[in-house]
């Protein structure tokens, strides 16, 4: 099992940064395949950006791609939202999420997420 803890959100005005870390409990974090998620007020929640076990390989929504990225520190035992040029649209409660092994399929393990508002 794996506990997630995000961090990082806030208040920021539209053409801002932010960056987004979950830190994770556990030996095994490498083991896991890891994304970010974000819910806006009355919306479904929706993919922001997955990355695999090793890093190797990222996967965005269209509506971040070339202004978020997605990384992680597997020694840290830890992932990032590098999130540039943010937009109104953007704000959201953003979790992070892991998945035991390939990062296809549902993510089993969730944080409790952190609110991240952008203004205009």
């Known amino acids: 099992q794996v506990q997630l803890v995000e961090s990082g959100g806030g208040l920021v005005q539209a053409g801002g940064s932010l960056r987004l ?30 990355i695999t076990r090793s890093g190797g390989s990222t996967y965005y929504s269209d509506s971040v791609k070339g202004r978020f990225t997605i990384s992680r520190d597997n020694a840290k035992n830890t992932m990032y939202l590098q999130m540039n040029s943010l937009k109104p649209e953007d704000t959201a409660v953003y979790y992070c999420a892991a998945r035991y092994g390939v990062v296809a399929g549902a993510f089993d393990y969730w944080g409790q997420g952190t609110q991240v508002t952008v203004s205009s």
């Open 21 to 50: 870390s979950c830190a994770a409990s556990g030996r095994t974090f490498s083991m896991y395949a890891m994304g970010w998620f974000r819910q806006a007020p009355g919306k479904e929640r929706e993919v922001v950006a997955t």
